[in-house]
């Protein structure tokens, strides 16, 4: 027998020293006796038995069963009934206390032992139980994946907090219901997969996969979960019941279209980037002449202003190649700290232009300055004003919000924290459906025939670049809203030195080297036409050759333009070395299509004085020379 501690509660003395020298017989550890329900539960709090050998009819208020009830309930202490009697009604109360034995009196010792060690041993396996369930509850609990289980009947019976946090169910209401009743699909259906899951469960008697499937929320919320059901199964191999374990995919699943779309992207950028370079080399062209004939046609304000219309159109065309190379190599955009304010009312207006369609816009005036490509950014949201223009009725309207905002880690959006301009365009589209929500950005969608662009993914790939992000929401009734988010500056707005329409005039001995004849021979003419000496070359070694004669014949030259697009950075700047081994003092002006190539942002470090950005406009190249011709030798420490 074991040393256990046991109070007795005996309302007859002589009873309680006889209860007293049995169990002191037996071997166990006599901790008193109490002759009252209410004294019993004093002792038990003050004593703490191993376990309570309790008269069911006591003296007072609190008769043995209510206080067998209260130790039970309070203490968790097992206790053992002893009645001299033993009716139905009498018998039934004691149960409902769920006791841990029952002695009808008289009995013998050995009885007694016996009840004694079968309630210490069932005490003590339903305390190894209660201590396994609350390990196991805790266990749930602290993972990170959704679990809930149900019985043979199909009926929940546990599901653990990240279950009930996906569900949208308290555990209350959760507990005895079925799988169908609370996991429900797409636009509410019951999740009829969950019935057909559980019947191949049950057949193959085997865990089944839950692949990217649609879960609705209690409160309308969708999730994208994946995970597995298996079956609970007794040792016959019997099905008590299944699990189903499952976790959130839905930021995965938006990572994975974030990293698709990007890869998309990647497929067409080195077709844009070579049509782009090829286009650029045509509107220098253009543009170039064009400038000639307005020079030459002071006089005729008719010619001129045709001309000039010719000229913007280049410059759209322009817009429309740099849209291109920003594809091309989308991640540096040329930037400079700037407003947002103008650029987005000259888009909605260019956007909306030849249409029925107005807008209503709301910018502050205290808007942070952003760092921008203007170029790129005015084409972007150009081409969203044309979409959300597309999208509204005759007469209609779209709404145009700017405002500061700072995103916090809580507004799970595919950025760094920090501060933002943010602009909203929002349409009157009432009809816009989740999945097209979803593959508006990709390359193969369109702005629609008339829009006159190269599509959405253009944006996202423009705003990208920015270090930005843009994103949409279908609101049921309102429209379609397009956000994008550009990230503030603290730096301060500088305005550009050069004007369009502004063309220096200057004199100097130039060397211009380009690989496309027709290009040397444009800008050759402007530069002649304004008073420079012209020297063409279309290659380094051409360079070269005219560097020593210019040299030999103490006919320097004061500036050289060189194009270096089909050069990587290292032969760029082996060529550039070599000149300043004949000229140190060279100053050089590097030339280019792609604005956001290494070699043309690292221009100062390899050793060039300034850069010019192809198709250029003749007041920016004659600007640029004139400054580098009167000002620049090469940067401080190159070289």
Request: one cysteine or more; hydrophobic letters at 40%; glycine letters at 8%.
């Amino acid at each position: 027998m074991s040393e256990a501690r046991i109070l007795v509660v005996e309302d007859k003395k002589i009873v309680a020293m006889d209860i007293q020298r049995s169990l002191e017989s037996l071997g166990y550890r006599f901790c008193g006796s109490v002759a009252s329900g209410e004294e019993a539960v004093f002792r038990v709090e003050e004593a703490r038995p191993d376990l309570v050998l309790m008269d069911i009819m006591l003296d007072g208020e609190m008769d043995g069963i209510q206080a067998a009830g209260a130790i039970r309930s309070r203490f968790g202490i097992p206790v053992i009934y002893l009645t001299a009697y033993a009716d139905e009604d009498t018998l039934r109360q004691a149960m409902e206390t769920e006791p841990f034995g029952y002695l009808l009196k008289p009995f013998e010792d050995r009885e007694l032992g016996t009840a004694i060690e079968i309630a210490l041993y069932k005490h003590r396996m339903e305390s190894k139980l209660r201590e396994h369930e609350q390990w196991l509850a805790k266990t749930l609990d602290s993972i990170g994946g959704a679990v809930v289980a149900t019985d043979a009947e199909g009926l929940i019976r546990l599901a653990n907090p990240v279950a009930r946090e996906l569900t949208g169910w308290t555990e209350q209401d959760m507990l005895g219901r079925s799988l169908p009743e609370v996991f429900q699909g797409k636009d509410g259906d019951r999740a009829h997969w969950c019935e057909r899951i559980v019947e191949q469960v049950y057949h193959c008697r085997q865990p089944v996969s839950l692949s990217d499937t649609v879960l609705k929320s209690r409160d309308g919320k969708e999730f994208i979960i994946g995970g597995n059901v298996a079956p609970i199964s007794d040792e016959k191999e019997r099905i008590m019941g299944v699990v189903l374990v499952f976790r959130d995919l839905t930021e995965a699943r938006s990572r994975e279209e974030e990293l698709l779309r990007s890869q998309k992207l990647q497929l067409v950028e080195g077709l844009a980037g070579n049509i782009a370079q090829g286009f650029n080399n045509i509107l220098t062209t253009i543009i170039g002449y064009l400038s000639l004939i307005q020079i030459d046609a002071k006089e005729e304000r008719e010619i001129r202003a045709n001309l000039e219309k010719a000229r913007q159109a280049c410059f759209m065309a322009k817009d429309l190649t740099r849209q291109l190379l920003n594809l091309s190599r989308g991640d540096n955009p040329v930037k400079e700290t700037a407003f947002i304010s103008k650029i987005v009312r000259d888009s909605a207006l260019q956007g909306l232009r030849g249409t029925s369609v107005r807008s209503r816009m709301t910018i502050p005036e205290d808007l942070w300055p952003v760092e921008i490509d203007k170029g790129l950014i005015r084409q972007a949201l150009t081409h969203l004003v044309i979409h959300a223009g597309q999208s509204c009725p005759e007469n209609g309207s779209i709404q145009v919000r700017v405002a500061n905002v700072t995103v916090l880690p809580s507004h799970r959006l595919s950025i760094d924290s920090g501060k933002y301009v943010k602009i909203s365009i929002q349409d009157q589209n009432s009809g816009v459906s989740e999945e097209y929500v979803q593959k508006m950005f990709d390359p193969s969608f369109m702005v629609k025939e008339g829009g006159g662009g190269l599509g959405l993914a253009m944006i996202y790939s423009i705003i990208r670049g920015h270090d930005g992000y843009v994103t949409a929401e279908s609101r049921n009734g309102e429209g379609l809203v397009i956000h994008v988010y550009l990230p503030a500056s603290e730096k301060k707005v500088v305005e550009n030195r050069y004007m369009e329409g502004n063309f220096p005039v200057g004199k100097g001995k130039v060397l211009l080297m380009d690989d496309e004849e027709m290009v040397r021979d444009m800008v050759a003419r402007v530069l002649r036409y304004l008073g420079y000496e012209v020297d063409l070359a279309s290659n380094g070694e051409e360079v070269m050759d005219a560097y020593g004669k210019s040299i030999e014949g103490e006919e320097r030259y004061d500036a050289v333009i060189m194009d270096l697009t089909s050069y990587d950075e290292k032969e760029a700047r082996r060529i550039l070395e070599r000149l300043k081994g004949v000229e140190p003092q060279v100053k050089a002006i590097l030339s280019g299509s792609y604005p956001n190539a290494p070699l043309m942002l690292d221009y100062r470090e390899l050793g060039f004085c300034d850069v010019v950005t192809k198709p250029y406009q003749v007041e920016d190249l004659i600007g640029t020379l004139s400054k580098v011709i009167t000002e620049g030798g090469a940067p401080h420490g190159a070289f």
